[in-house]
């Protein structure tokens, strides 16, 4: 059983017209998903480091969606299997978590470059 485990977030807030606008909730986008990396790759499955070194950010500017990823043949069984041992301070559902325990932080950080546009910067 493989397969790819990802999370996807999208900007669903007031459209940005300018340029300068789009450019910032981008770098918002990147930024916020880069910490739901590096949170994940703290709480991922360690043996070899093949799967957390299989973790991505893509983005996709035109829809202006983000998405990160492990992308290992095990990496959704990793992910699902909640009985299988891990090393210490590592689990199973490392990207939901990741996800769920930063998501102010998640959210603060896109804020921040958007509020730097909205100054003129």
């Known amino acids: 059983m493989g397969g790819e485990v990802r999370f996807t977030q999208e900007w669903k807030g007031r459209r940005i017209w300018t340029n ?8 918002g986008l990147q930024a916020a998903l880069e910490n739901i990396l ?4 703290r709480l991922v499955p360690l043996d070899e480091g093949t799967l957390e070194r299989s973790g991505r950010v893509q983005i996709d500017e035109q829809a202006m969606r983000g998405i990160v990823s492990y992308d290992t043949p095990y990496a959704m069984r ?9 090393a210490p301070g590592r689990q199973a559902k ?3 978590t990741a996800l769920n ?6 959210m603060e950080i896109m804020r921040k470059a958007l509020s730097i546009w909205t100054r003129g910067g």
């Open 20 to 27: 300068r606008g789009k450019k910032r909730a981008l770098e």
């Open 38 to 41: 590096t949170e994940s790759n």
């Open 78 to 86: 990793q992910h699902e299997e909640l009985s299988w041992n891990h």
């Open 94 to 96: 490392y990207l939901e």
């Open 101 to 106: 325990n930063n998501q102010e932080k998640t």
